[in-house]
């Protein structure tokens, strides 16, 4: 008959034996959920990458999204046009499921609904920008050095907003502690892009560019 050490031996390595057990399962869980974010953030990002041409739209206009922070501008409502992906799909259509999945991947994650609001919005943000400056390419470059500038605001917020989802994920008691900073950060830098979407597209919507426009999608 065992003693009580042995017992006591038995009882503290049961114990031990389940909480390791316990912690290895937590790990690997949250490893699939941080590589089932990392997955759908992927896809999201090569969306609008892998957008090549605007087309006249055809339809209802896309409903204003969730994600997007800030005031909305939707070149592609505005101008009439779909912003077309290399396999010829619509590039906001896709967009909108790929973020979607993003989405529910993220808040498995333990990501806070606010980081993927940033997240989402600065990639429809980006794929805006694309559209504006495929319709300047129409247009022969009518927005001259102004067009660099917006498109490099664009990646450089995008990338930021990116960054924040990412450190989210991998620091969340870091990003916690520093989240309202880092959130009045982006605020101010998607307001400064905003601005500079906004005087893109009251150029390319003069009168004289929008009926350019329309004659070379063949609207007329």
């Known amino acids: ?6 017992l006591a ?14 912690y290895l399962s937590r790990n690997q869980e949250r490893r699939q959920l941080r590589a089932a974010v990392m997955q759908q953030l992927l ?3 090569t969306v609008c990458d892998r957008v090549g041409d605007i087309a ?11 994600y997007l922070v800030g005031e909305r501008l939707l070149a592609t409502a505005r101008f009439g046009v779909t912003a077309v992906l290399d396999d010829g ?20 994650a333990g990501i806070p609904r606010t980081v993927l609001d940033f997240a989402g919005g600065g990639e429809e943000r980006a794929l805006q920008c694309k559209a504006i400056e495929l319709i300047d390419v129409r247009l022969g470059g009518v927005l001259g050095e102004s067009l660099d500038e917006l498109m490099a605001h664009s990646e450089a917020y995008r990338q930021a907003t990116a960054q924040h989802l990412l450190r989210a994920l991998w620091h969340p008691w870091q990003t916690r502690l520093r ?19 906004q005087a893109a597209m009251s150029v390319l ?11 070379r999608l063949g609207h007329l």
């Open 205 to 215: 919507a003069q009168p004289e560019h929008t009926q350019a426009l329309a004659e």
């Open 9 to 22: 031996y038995t009882t503290a390595g049961g114990v031990v034996g389940a909480a390791v057990t316990n």
């Open 89 to 108: 799909g619509d590039a906001e259509q896709t967009q909108r499921e790929a973020i979607s999945d993003l989405v529910v991947a993220a808040l498995s």
């Open 56 to 66: 006249p739209s055809r339809g209802q206009s896309p409903s204003p999204s969730r």
């Open 43 to 45: 896809r999201v990002a």
């Open 179 to 197: 989240l309202r900073a880092r959130l009045r950060a982006l605020r101010q830098d998607v307001d400064a892009l905003h601005r500079r979407q």
């Open 1 to 6: 008959m065992p003693g009580w050490m042995d």
